[in-house]
């Protein structure tokens, strides 16, 4: 018998069946995700946790007896009142004694994963991008490009390159006619087999003359001078970068119902999460309007409430006036996502339309609209389609092949995902309608 | 004789106990190991492989759930799969671990967990090291199908073999292939041994009698019989195709191994590979009842011995009795908790009524198993039973009246062409004849799987591989599953796939497959 301590050897054996059933299931758990942000409360969007998995899936068939039909015989334990001959009403499908169910093939529930925050956010918004990053520059403070450009006669030890030293060591070295230590071995051991056997008395002395020339030589021709350093040069090049502002333009006006607003609010969320984790230079501006327009902090914009009438050119003004000021648009990417119910006063939608051919489409990259609208109404497929909005039609004039603007509709929570994903979904060609 | 007596006046206790707290060291476990080999040897008289005990941790066991107990395996998703569901349920608190997983193998190696108290792994020693141990090293299930001594080598081959695929190939391609493989485990196995190739010498002999046949009974009157028109010829072709493919064959991954027409050498080894491993298991499935119960009773003797001798405390006895009752715990049928027969206490009450019958035997003993009762040579009988006999055999052997009665077994009908479900028979004495048959049946893998065969090749055709299930008792296939199943097969045939359900005769369902991405 030999007892063998196993338990220092290193774990997670099953680490990398584990890996191929994650990437098997990656699919489902794509979806699982996608789907647990409809019914999760918009602060937990970002919160990663469990996610459940329906194992049909995954499951792995075989030839096995069906669940009905035919005869079987099967003996259990337990008898507390029945004599042979007694009938028993079957029990209902599913439930009941269903003996032969668990006995040969185990039932399988649905599989729950536990995701971190990261892994969760990472397959949440796969493939997702701003559209049209293009212009890139320079800036003060941009990001710097490090690249080895050559070498130089000083540095700090680190970036000493001693392969460069060694050569410029060496061909000093034969140039000033270092001794060889090989050569001077060589005499030394001469010398010494002459002295042994008191050989040539002219030769020892001449032997001697030159050791003694060779090593005073090789002391002042020294292995390594100063002469020979060299160090690794780096260059800092200013890297060109895209700079992005994001302007979330939100219409909390009376006419918005609060199922609309937590659909605004939820769509806003999703982009702030997607921007703030895909991009590090995306600069967001809130501003939510009524009747007027006013930027507020990201906290103001999602939690607090206000209400007045509609007129969407507002906020229009001050997202031009704000890009004017801060962002201008030789410099900046623009983006902008408004949504509204679309309940505009009917006097502003003109002059709307105006302002975003004129002012904010030429400068922007992306210009989407969300239109929101109330859960219980029929889909625009019923029988009875809704009449569209004022400003939907208004926009929708506005709408043509190359120019880049893009408009949805959503009416549920489980919605808002499958239109976010399409407004930012990655793509070849320039967003379309 | 011998043991009536120690059974009915125990020895005074006499031996030091062999650890009075719950901790253990790796020289305690020599100490127990010695102990129980003690009895092992003297009075129960068993016959192990050698043992090789590892200490691991619990993380270490649930990995070694996933990959079927084994040491080393191949690697597959459908491990991982097992591995997220029983960590999530251990997380949870939902199932606890083994305290032990052993395996046949020689040496035999016995995983037991740090987490054990000492009362723990001296039990689990007596059960894995000593009981699994002597029934992987008897039991003709597992002599016929297993070699002990050479599977962790071969299991060592199969993980390397599969690996080196995976880099030739691409995991997906080898994913493919397992899947597939996979699906078709349980209709991947032997059940009889195969016929062994003539030599030279025998086939010349039986030539020769052949032909002596025919000469001695040489009738010229057959050559008169008039020749019957096509028919019987192309059926003659039939039956030359079959015989030349081998069928009907029932072990389908061997047929596609040596068959499939378009499959690579490394997918034929790869199937070859899931092959053994399903043979390697299929005595594991045959023998659920005996070899727990051989475990079981084999710890429950040899726990009670040691407190018999004073080696281990009334304390650890009582942990250790707590222990036992909830492993040879039987719910009702009617309880939550049901979830079939428990092979643990089935297995142990017939062994412990075994045992009661060869040494105390009543008129009704005597006369369901006059072979046995009152011989005196119990652990004989039972090394006996262990030795011969599956879990079919087992019960349709053993079950007594006695056992039927205190697990109060019945026995139910269930046609789908009645109303109700009828109660056949109960634990009476018209009656105990027919559970235990039934229960018998219940136990037969061969009844357990569904019979299908491959029946057929259109080789002149299409191509079409045909498969035939024998219905029995109007029992017809999952519809979903085959479906899945048969895909899988003709992406590994290469071409369609049809099995017909048959029962007396009649189709009774049919399912088709077409391979979607046939290897090549």
């Known amino acids: ?433 | 004789m011998a043991r009536m007596a120690k059974k009915a006046a125990p020895a005074a206790p006499t031996g030091e106990p062999l650890f009075t707290g719950r901790d253990w060291d790796f020289p305690l476990l020599s100490k127990v190991y010695g102990a129980i080999e003690e009895i092992a040897d003297n009075e129960l008289k068993l016959d192990i492989y050698p043992n090789q005990i590892e200490v691991i941790t619990s993380e270490q066991m649930l990995d070694a759930y996933a990959s079927t107990g084994m040491p080393l395996f191949y690697k597959h998703w459908s491990f991982g799969k097992h591995f997220v569901r029983n960590e999530t349920l251990y997380r949870k608190g939902w199932q606890g671990l083994a305290y032990e997983i052993v395996i046949n193998s020689s040496p035999c190696i016995v995983y037991i967990m740090e987490e054990n108290s000492a009362t723990m792994q001296t039990l689990v020693l007596a059960h894995a090291a000593f009981g699994h141990n002597h029934f992987f090293k008897n039991n003709y299930c597992f002599k016929q199908w297993t070699d002990a001594t050479s599977i962790l080598d071969y299991l060592a081959f199969a993980k390397n073999y599969v690996a080196t695929c995976e880099d030739r190939y691409g995991q997906e391609m080898v994913e493919q292939v397992l899947d597939a493989a996979h699906a078709l485990m349980s209709h991947g196995v032997h059940r009889y041994p195969g016929k062994h190739a003539v030599d030279l010498k025998s086939e010349q002999r039986r030539m020769e009698e052949r032909r002596a046949f025919a000469e001695e009974h040489f009738s010229d009157l057959w050559r008169t019989l008039p020749k019957s028109p096509d028919g019987p010829k192309r059926d003659m072709d039939a039956e030359r195709r079959r015989q030349l493919l081998g069928l009907p064959e029932e072990n389908i991954l061997y047929f596609l191994e040596k068959n499939a027409p378009r499959l690579a050498g490394w997918q034929r080894e790869l199937i070859r590979i899931v092959r053994q491993i399903a043979q390697y298991f299929y005595p594991q499935r045959q023998t659920k009842v005996m070899n727990e119960g051989c475990a079981t009773f084999t710890h429950y003797r040899l726990m009670t011995r040691l407190h018999e001798q004073g080696r281990i405390t009334d304390g650890a006895y009582m942990e250790f009795l707590h222990s036992h009752t909830s492993v040879v715990f039987q719910p009702e049928y009617d309880d939550q908790r049901y979830g079939g027969i428990n092979p643990y206490a089935l297995g142990f009450a017939m062994m412990e009524d075994i045992e009661r019958i060869a040494l105390t035997p009543t008129q009704e003993d005597r006369a369901f198993f006059p072979d046995f009762a009152g011989c005196g040579d119990a652990y004989g009988v039972l090394r006996n039973a262990w030795e011969n006999y599956r879990d079919e055999s087992f019960v349709l052997q053993f079950l007594s009246p006695n056992v039927i009665r205190k697990q109060k077994l019945f026995r139910l009908i269930d046609d789908s062409e009645e109303d109700d479900i009828v109660v056949a028979s109960i634990h009476d004495e018209h009656g105990y004849k027919a559970v235990r048959q039934s229960l018998s049946r219940q136990f037969d893998v061969g009844r357990q799987d569904p019979d299908i065969q491959v029946a057929d090749v259109d080789l002149a055709g299409d191509r079409k591989l045909i498969l035939h299930h024998n219905v029995v008792d109007g029992v017809t296939l999952d519809g979903k599953d085959a479906a899945k199943v048969l895909h899988h097969l003709a992406n590994l045939w290469g071409y369609d796939v049809k099995l017909l359900e048959i029962e007396d005769g009649h189709t009774v369902a049919a399912h088709d497959g077409s391979p979607s991405r046939a290897f090549r």
Request: proline share 5%; with cysteine; hydrophobic share 35%.
């Open chain 1, 1 to 433: 018998m030999h007892i063998i301590d196993r338990r220092p050897d290193p774990g997670g054996k099953s680490l990398a069946n584990r890996q191929r059933f994650m990437r098997r299931a990656r699919a489902l758990v794509k979806q699982a995700v996608r789907e647990a942000s409809g019914s999760r409360k918009i602060r937990e969007i970002d919160g990663g946790g469990a996610v459940t998995i329906p194992a049909d899936d995954v499951h792995e068939p075989s030839f096995h007896a069906g669940r009905d039909g035919g005869m079987r015989d099967y003996v259990l334990p337990g008898n507390k009142k029945f004599v042979s001959g007694d009938r028993i009403q079957r029990p209902r499908q599913g439930s009941g004694s269903g003996s032969e169910g668990s006995a040969d093939g185990e039932g399988e529930d649905n599989f729950r994963f536990v995701l971190s925050r990261d892994e969760f956010l990472d397959l949440f918004l796969e493939d997702l991008e701003l559209p049209n990053l293009a212009k890139r520059q320079v800036m003060g403070d941009a990001v710097e490009k490090r690249h080895p450009a050559g070498f130089k006669t000083s540095g700090p030890p680190a970036s000493l390159s001693v392969g460069r030293t060694m050569r410029r060591s060496l061909s000093r070295r034969i140039a000033l006619k270092r001794p060889n230590p090989v050569e001077l071995d060589r005499l030394r051991r001469e010398l010494f087999e002459l002295e042994t056997s008191s050989g040539d008395g002219a030769r020892i002395a001449m032997l001697r003359a030159e050791i003694e020339r060779q090593e005073r030589r090789a002391k002042v021709i020294p292995f390594i001078d100063p002469v020979d350093l060299r160090y690794r040069r780096i260059e800092v090049t200013p890297e060109p970068i895209a700079r992005a502002a994001m302007f979330c333009l939100m219409d909390v006006s009376a006419s918005m119902d609060e199922h609309m607003k937590d659909l605004a609010k939820r769509f806003f969320s999703l982009l702030y999460l997607f921007l703030t984790r895909r991009y590090k230079q995306v600069e967001i501006v809130f501003i939510r309007h009524t009747h007027e327009a006013k930027e507020v902090d990201e906290e103001t914009f999602f939690h607090s409430r206000e209400s007045g009438g509609t007129v969407i050119s507002s906020a229009l003004i001050e997202m031009a006036r704000i890009a004017k000021q801060r962002f201008p648009p030789d410099q900046w990417n623009i983006y902008a996502a408004q949504a509204s119910d679309g309940d505009n006063l009917s006097s502003d939608n003109a002059r709307s339309v105006a302002l975003l051919r004129e002012t904010i489409l030429p400068m922007a990259q992306y210009y989407a609209y969300l239109q929101v609208g109330r859960g219980d109404f029929d889909r625009e497929d019923g029988v009875f389609a809704r009449q569209e909005t004022t400003l939907w039609r208004a926009y929708q004039e506005l709408v043509r092949p190359n120019l880049p603007m893009a408009m949805r509709k959503v009416n549920d929570r489980r919605d808002i995902y499958p239109v976010f994903r399409e407004l930012f979904e990655r793509r070849d060609e320039p967003a379309e309608t």
